[in-house]
């Protein structure tokens, strides 16, 4: 039988010979990001979120934040002491806040002036649910409910108008998910409600989709750690080996999928 072990993900990449879906310093950094180079993807989109206001790149630079935490952090138990004992997440707290305000703070003033532009809606939401998975699922503070709903709201308005809006797809099927498997009843009715199958069959679906690379990654990436999370040995194995076909630098997809070599002998 295999023994699973969850290495992280979501979610979860050489400016030499890159290939063609990386022909610009944001696909570069989801490219680093994709291959676990979470320090080289933050680094890469530190000045077009600080300083040109992309909100694309600060949605990527603090999910590379967020990444690098959960690494530092890992499964503690105990994860305030697993905080106290870690030198440089305070810093990459600093860095991953700052980011996400300026994102945050662009996104909502355009969409002030373009309320029906989906796309920066949905950059909002995946911002918002940037902070609320790193404080409920990395830190393991329930808090961040503003952004929790921000987000739910603004994907459930793109999913209205675009059903087939296949990021926000993914990004909805984890709050279900999430809100019905990692929270006590009462808080799951407090927060909307979620269905575990609902949120699994959407990222299912949604990797299934013949979508812009990168899209298709992070749907994948998505259904990996579904996988893993379900302890579908099979179905997590068979979705690293794909990912690792497009990602073979991704060290913690190596390390899953030796895992399961060795635990097969």
Known sequence: ????????????????????????PLEAAQLDFYNARYEA????????????????????????LLFQIKRLVGQAKDKDKAWKDCANCPGLMTAFRESLARGQEVARARLKQAPDDDEMLFLLGKLDLNYVWLQLGTLGHKTGWSEYWEARKALDKVLERQ???VRARVARGWIDYIVDTRLPRGTRWMLG????????????????????FFT???????????QVR????????????????????NAELRKFVDAQADSTR
């Open 230 to 249: 379900e302890k579908d040995g099979a179905g997590a194995l068979a979705t690293a080996h794909l990912l690792l076909g497009d990602f073979p630098e």
């Open 193 to 212: 409600g979620g269905n575990k199958k609902r949120g699994i069959q959407a990222i299912r679906e949604a990797a299934e989709t013949e979508s812009e």
């Open 1 to 24: 039988m295999l023994r699973l072990r969850h290495f992280g993900l979501p979610l979860a990449v050489v400016l030499l010979a890159l290939p063609a879906h990386a022909s610009g």
């Open 41 to 64: 993807s933050a680094a890469a989109t530190d000045d077009a979120c600080a300083a040109g206001g992309d909100v694309a790149a600060c949605e990527v630079r603090t999910a590379a």
């Open 163 to 165: 059903p087939g809006h």
């Open 216 to 226: 298709r990654t992070e749907a994948r990436f998505g259904l990996w750690d579904i």
